[in-house]
């Protein structure tokens, strides 16, 4: 049971990384496809919390270091930027929920969601980062020894596309619809949507890269906090 369960939350973990990976390039895109997609990441959503509802219900308990206090900060930032992306893509729906209007909101529900999607980018490759030690220990039981060449060649292959991301972070000017200083996506319909999805997945693997060795780091430092209060 608890194989099952885990294997249910690493796909549906999956299927919101494709999902929020699919919302990025909108015009590329049907509206049709975007707003079932918007609508799968919501249930996709809805049943991560359902299956790790006992992450929930203790986050009241225990003791809180570093770590702890970050990543419930993220899931608690992502809850509501999932949330301000759901309510404002309704009110901006011209097909599932097209009989959803309120007249004077469109620029504003507009704002709100693109607000919404790139920082939701940034806060879920955050979140995916602090959990990434779950992946590198499922993998590393694929090997029955450990071997130092294959966790360098590994770590090379993640530093080079972190890398990558940083130029296509750049490249896409993605810093500047997190600040909001445009407030419109520019598409190459000529290049058409797969290098569109390749530098924004390169973008998630950065920052999940970045938030996988902040949390190494937040774990060591307060493991020698606890060590020097002996």
Request: hydrophobic share 50%.
């Amino acid at each position: 049971m608890k194989n099952k369960r885990f294997t249910a939350k690493i796909l549906i973990d999956i299927g919101m990384t494709i999902c929020l990976l699919l919302l990025m390039p909108y015009s590329l895109l049907s509206e049709t496809a975007h707003e079932w997609i918007g609508m799968a990441m919501l249930v996709l959503f809805i049943s991560h919390h359902i299956l790790n509802h006992k992450w929930v219900t203790s986050v009241r308990k225990g003791k809180y270091n570093a770590f702890r206090v970050i990543q419930t900060v993220l899931v608690i930032i992502m809850l509501i930027l999932i949330m301000g992306s759901m309510i404002s893509g309704i009110l901006l729906s011209n097909h599932i929920f097209k009989w959803i209007k309120i007249s004077g909101t469109y620029m504003t529900a507009r704002q709100i969601h693109m607000f919404c999607a790139y920082w939701g980018l940034v806060v879920m490759s955050l979140h995916l980062g602090f959990h990434w030690n779950i992946a590198v220990a499922m993998v590393g039981r694929l090997w029955e020894h450990l071997s130092v060449i294959r966790t360098w060649a590994a770590r090379s292959v993640a530093t080079t596309i972190a890398g990558y991301g940083l130029y296509a972070f750049y490249r896409r000017q993605i810093g500047d619809y997190l600040i909001m200083r445009m407030h419109f996506v520019f598409y190459d319909y000529e290049k058409g949507i797969f290098p569109f999805l390749l530098d924004y997945l390169a973008v998630m693997i950065l920052i999940a890269f970045i938030g996988y060795y902040s949390g190494v780091f937040l774990k060591k430092t307060g493991k020698k906090k606890r060590k020097g209060s002996y």
